[in-house]
């Protein structure tokens, strides 16, 4: 079992930035990947960034260049720094981790860009 926690979503204009953190605890050891994925209303939900057990990266195609995720082993944190934030980037935002290919979801957290 993982328990995900997400914070620092909130309100951005554009142009604006946001870091979001997903604190991970229990069977983290066993963690293959992390990612963040984001759902807007009336979207399906879609992968946003991932980063795997080695660091290795990839980003959906409309965030490259403007976001970029990394990980604090040592803190057991996953963050997602998001800049040039757009309105299009408005939805939840959920922490991911996949644990010998089972799937663990945060809460999500809301992130809000104003044009």
């Known amino acids: 079992q993982v328990q995900l926690v997400e914070s620092g979503g909130g309100l951005v204009q554009a142009g604006g930035s946001l870091r979001l953190s997903c604190a991970a605890s229990?069977?983290?050891?066993?963690?293959?990947?992390m990612g963040w994925y984001r759902q807007a209303p009336g979207k399906r939900r879609e992968l946003v960034a991932l980063?795997?057990?080695?660091?290795?990266?990839t980003y959906a195609n409309s965030v490259k260049g403007r976001f970029t995720i990394s990980r604090d082993n040592a803190k057991n944190t996953v963050y997602l720094q998001m800049n040039s934030l757009k309105p299009e980037d408005t939805a939840v935002y959920y922490c991911?981790?996949?644990?010998?290919?089972?799937?663990?979801w945060g809460q999500g957290t809301q992130v809000t860009v104003s044009s």
């Open positions: 991911n981790a996949n644990v010998l290919a089972i799937d663990y």
């Open positions: 229990g069977s983290i050891s066993s963690i293959n990947y």
């Open positions: 980063i795997t057990s080695s660091a290795y990266t």
